[in-house]
């Protein structure tokens, strides 16, 4: 497997503009995750789906951002309108989560977006 | 509210030198205890999940231990290719997988 997708790598965008921000968990995985990594704020949890079910967005900052999982192979985070304090490296992952044990999450290589 | 603390927050060590890197949490209900690693430019890359106190598990050169409030990662000989910053990341119970990151342990190993 190639392991979580993510793309655009790098997104650059005018204050205003809408981002779209996509991923593709692993294959088989069942939950995926968006977290967001800044420096003053490390690594936030935004939302997790289990099954294609958003199950807690309580990390969502605000109405602009929304996320959804239509099928179990595509997630897609999207910021509309844009604000720079948006800037940030957005990560997706995915695990295999069962009701009596764990599995680590795999992370996708981010993307890095900058609104200016 | 779950929290997790690492410490310290940038190390610096020669080649050779041994140390431990140390992750405060606080969960109601530990379902799981992870470390990652993050080299710049990329995500983080799973290391280790420890379950219960007691409990440890090594890779290479670097060692997971884990109590009831803290775990610690011990890098034994560490070469420059363990520079990174090495993060912490509980579970709760009842979670859903959801993992609440510290805010990591910057090490930069030099030759």
């Known amino acids: 497997d190639a392991g979580v997708i993510q793309s655009p790598r790098h997104e650059v965008t005018e204050m205003g503009q809408e981002v779209t921000l996509r991923c593709k968990p692993i294959?088989?995985?069942?939950?995926l995750f968006w977290y967001r990594q800044t420096m003053m704020r490390g690594l936030e949890l935004l939302i997790y789906f289990n099954n294609n079910v958003p199950i807690d967005d309580s990390g969502m900052p605000e109405d602009r951002f929304s996320a959804k999982m239509p099928n179990a192979s595509f997630s897609t985070l999207k910021i509309q309108p844009s604000e720079p304090r948006d800037s940030a490296v957005y990560f997706c992952?995915?695990?295999?989560?069962?009701?009596?044990?764990?599995?680590?999450?795999?992370f996708g290589q981010g993307t890095r977006l900058t609104v200016v | 509210e779950d929290q997790v603390t690492q410490s310290p927050e940038a190390l610096r060590l020669q080649e050779g030198e041994s140390s431990s890197l140390n992750c405060s949490y606080t969960v109601s209900g530990l379902r799981g205890l992870f470390w990652y690693r993050q080299d710049p430019g990329k995500g983080p890359e799973f290391l280790f999940t420890?379950?219960?106190a007691g409990e440890e598990k090594e890779k290479e050169r670097l060692k997971a231990t884990l109590t009831k409030k803290e775990s610690f990662l011990h890098i034994t000989a560490p070469k420059p290719e363990d520079s990174a910053t090495y993060l912490c990341a509980v579970q709760a119970s009842g979670s859903w997988g959801k993992l609440q990151f510290g805010a990591g342990t910057q090490v930069v190993v030099t030759p």
């Open positions: 992952a995915s695990s295999l989560d069962r009701a009596i044990s764990t599995n680590e999450a795999f």
């Open positions: 420890l379950y219960s």
């Open positions: 294959s088989g995985h069942n939950s």
